[in-house]
């Protein structure tokens, strides 16, 4: 049985190449691990801020390579082809964060029905979100029907999902919209439509895009406004406003904060879709640009409502979002080493279309 997978190279982002070789087998595991074959994971801009953050935010640590090169984290479904544990069973699939390979081996701690946390040592420091893996048997907003959207927007739905949480309970900062750029990537659309779910009066939504998307974003019925890049000096400078920056475009950050002034009220850098663009964000007028990291309020709001709480409230969210994506998005799946690459390649150049999402299989 062959192993593949996909690794970046850590100083030059265009570079990748496939590794290959033997797959582990149940013979080489050690006792309490368990190898998982990936079936399909998701592929999208969010995987190209994994690399782009790879070292400051650790990303690279989470499937170690070494100095040179990265294994880029994914989300997808798994299933066990061999286990050392009594509690994890050959046959059972997981939804969770993997490598983008073909195999992987974990060492499942705090095993349930539900699923595990993986214990392997070198991830005890990461953040524990990540480390934490579903059994789709026992996953009450799990459907077979809908593995697509799950492991393309499920992760990246949660990070939306946070960050509204986190903006309603500041009270918006008291900002009179919320200002969102990328608007046409899809973890910028579920904070639009989290938002629009909120009654009113609340912050007017507006989504700041590429001119060749403007009718897209238009047509996704969450925006109240929607301006191409060209336009943002049009934003109404007397308005108080949040920035949410899903593109982490330097220049960009620096005409909105330029133009809107003190009256930018709070300035969260979510994602980085032109992570060629990159920039610290030093002497800005209005408030300070932060990272907003969801693993930070998922732990705040855990200790505040409890066990179970977060995962009620986001599949409550989760149902009532899918019908809305499902009137716009395409999925394309991609098996194969060259094929992955050639979309890796792709995705870094910013060549996809708002509407595809890609699932890939090593």
């Keep these: 049985m062959t192993y593949s997978r996909l690794l970046v190279r850590r100083s030059d982002f265009n570079d990748c190449r496939i590794e290959t070789g033997d797959a582990p087998t149940a013979e080489s ?19 190209i ?9 650790h990303y690279w ?57 993986d214990g392997t040592p070198h991830r005890l420091q990461l953040p524990a979100v990540y480390n934490q893996y579903q059994r789709t048997a026992a996953d009450p907003s799990y459907d077979a029907a809908q593995e697509d959207a799950y492991m393309l927007l499920r992760p990246l739905f949660v990070t939306s999902f946070m960050l509204e949480d986190f903006l309603e309970s500041n009270r918006y900062f008291g900002a009179d919209a919320i200002v969102i750029s990328s608007a046409s990537s899809k973890t910028a659309y579920a904070l639009a439509y989290l938002l629009a779910q909120r009654p009113k009066p609340r912050p007017a939504i507006v989504g700041l895009t590429s001119a060749s998307n403007i009718d897209f974003v238009g047509s996704l019925d969450c925006y109240d406004q929607v301006l191409a890049y060209e336009a943002v000096e049009s934003l109404d400078a007397t308005a108080r406003i949040v920035y949410a920056d899903f593109s982490g475009n330097a220049t960009l950050r620096s005409r909105v904060h ?16 032109d992570w060629d663009e990159l920039a610290p964000a030093h002497g800005l007028p209005g408030a300070k640009p932060t990272l907003f990291f969801a693993p930070t309020q998922i732990k705040l709001r855990a200790a505040e409502w409890g066990p179970g709480g977060i995962e009620a409230r986001v599949a409550g969210a989760w149902k009532s979002f899918m019908p809305s994506l499902a009137q716009w998005m395409t999925v394309t799946h991609v098996t194969g080493g060259d094929a992955a690459m050639q979309l890796y390649r792709e995705m870094v150049a910013g060549r996809s279309k708002p509407r595809d999402g890609f699932t890939v299989s090593l």
Excluded: C
Excluded at 29 to 46: E, H, I, P, T
Excluded at 49 to 57: K, P, R, S
């Design 29 to 47: 595991l050690s006792d309490g691990q368990v190898l998982f074959k990936l079936d399909r994971f998701g592929f999208s801009a969010n995987n």
């Design 49 to 57: 801020t994994y690399v782009a953050l790879g070292d400051t935010m």
């Design 61 to 117: 640590d989470f499937f170690p390579v070494d100095a040179t090169w990265g294994s880029i984290p994914v989300w997808g479904f798994a299933e066990v082809l061999a286990s050392k544990r009594d509690d994890v069973t050959v046959g059972d699939r997981y939804f969770g964060y993997w490598p983008m390979a073909s195999h992987a081996v974990m060492q499942p701690s705090h095993a349930s029905g539900h699923g595990f946390i």
């Design 258 to 273: 330029e133009h809107v002034g003190a009256n930018v009220v709070h300035s969260a850098t979510v994602g980085m879709t």
